[in-house]
């Protein structure tokens, strides 16, 4: 195709973008002459793309030339789309493929709600999916489905992402688990809390931190806790008391028993009720400082076991002295 045929071609085509782009919902020309057409495109303030097209020097025989750049929007997210958009021009090879493209790329802002959170899904994938775990992506209703396996134990949830992330938190909803309520409640309360902390600031404003706060994603966060912290995590553990698992290897034995059900206490750490009940009513010394977590050395909180350091030592020396008075009338019998 001749130069001047080229020229033509461009320069109507730029007429067509100039006229019909103000009528595209969320498209905003910055520029539209031969050397570079650039537009804005936004959703919203955190799905805003800047796309710059070229020509090359034989279209409509090539395709155009797309890059973008955004400020919130990942830059492997933005180079994977310039490489679909370019393939997309492929099958508009011969027309004008200018405003088609543009549409196309606002379309897949619309239809792709989790582009916002694509390096901590590719995150996900690689550090915390197994081979035995599922992660399926729901881009038109922003949802992510995780279901997560360790042994005989798994937790599947279902993960909403608003449409202003990271600016407000994730909504994590519970589906199904087999693992205690004790862990089911306490996992979904933190997992709520952390997202809460990421874009809340601390209550007392005239804090330091509060005062320097800004607010940041919550997808990873709550994933490498629920998964990596949680279900990856206590199937594996064992009671730091007995040493064996903390988890019954069959399910549906763990509430067999109060002995074998399960405690948590303030550090983290699981102990088995039995086991835990007859570590902290033990009645011989120390007592100073309370009793600690053979895995972490720091003191054991819980709401069942609230007696004091004064009140154990006073019960042992009252042993004590029973013991030893038993023992006198043992001697004196013997005499």
């Known amino acids: 195709m001749a130069t001047e045929d080229r020229d033509t071609v461009i320069e109507k085509e730029l007429d067509e973008i100039k006229s ?3 009528s595209v919902d969320g498209l905003k020309l910055i520029a539209c002459v031969p050397m570079l057409v650039s537009a804005s495109i936004t959703k919203n303030e955190y799905k805003q793309l800047t796309v710059n097209i070229q020509f090359p020097a034989d279209y409509p025989h090539q395709p155009i030339l797309v890059q973008m750049k955004s400020k ?9 789309l310039e490489k679909i958009c370019e393939d997309e021009a492929k099958k508009w090879i011969g027309g004008r493929q200018v405003l088609v493209i543009l549409k196309f790329i606002r379309t897949f802002l619309e239809e792709n709600s989790l582009c916002v959170c694509s390096e901590e899904i590719v995150y996900i994938k690689r550090e915390l999916i197994g081979e035995s775990d599922e992660i399926k992506l729901k881009q038109k209703a922003s949802q992510i489905v995780i279901k997560v396996r360790q042994k005989n134990y798994f937790m599947n949830v279902n993960i909403s992402v608003p449409d202003l992330y990271p600016k407000h938190q994730i909504q994590t909803e519970l589906i199904d688990t087999n693992l205690p309520d004790l862990l089911r409640i306490n996992f979904m309360a933190q997992a709520k809390e952390l997202a809460r902390q990421c874009v809340t600031p601390p209550l007392l404003k ?3 931190s509060a005062a320097v706060f800004e607010h940041k994603p919550s997808l990873k966060v709550v994933c490498n806790y629920l998964i990596r912290d949680c279900v990856k995590r206590y199937p594996l553990e064992n009671c730091p008391l007995c040493k064996k698992h903390v988890l019954a290897e069959d399910p549906e034995n763990q509430l067999k028993g109060r002995k074998n059900q399960i405690e948590g206490v303030y550090c983290c750490h699981l102990f088995h009720n039995g086991c835990l009940d007859t570590y902290m009513y033990m009645k011989t010394p120390p007592f100073i400082g309370g009793k600690k977590s053979p895995s ?8 069942k076991w609230k007696v004091s350091a004064e ?10 002295a029973k013991q030893r008075e038993l023992e006198e009338v043992v001697d004196f019998l013997k005499d």
Request: net charge positive; glycine share 0%.
């Open 20 to 22: 019909r782009a103000p």
């Open 72 to 80: 919130h929007l990942e830059q492997k997210f933005t180079d994977k």
């Open 206 to 208: 005239n804090s330091k």
């Open 296 to 303: 972490c050395d720091k003191r054991i909180y819980h709401e």
């Open 311 to 320: 009140v154990m030592e006073n019960r042992w020396a009252h042993k004590q």
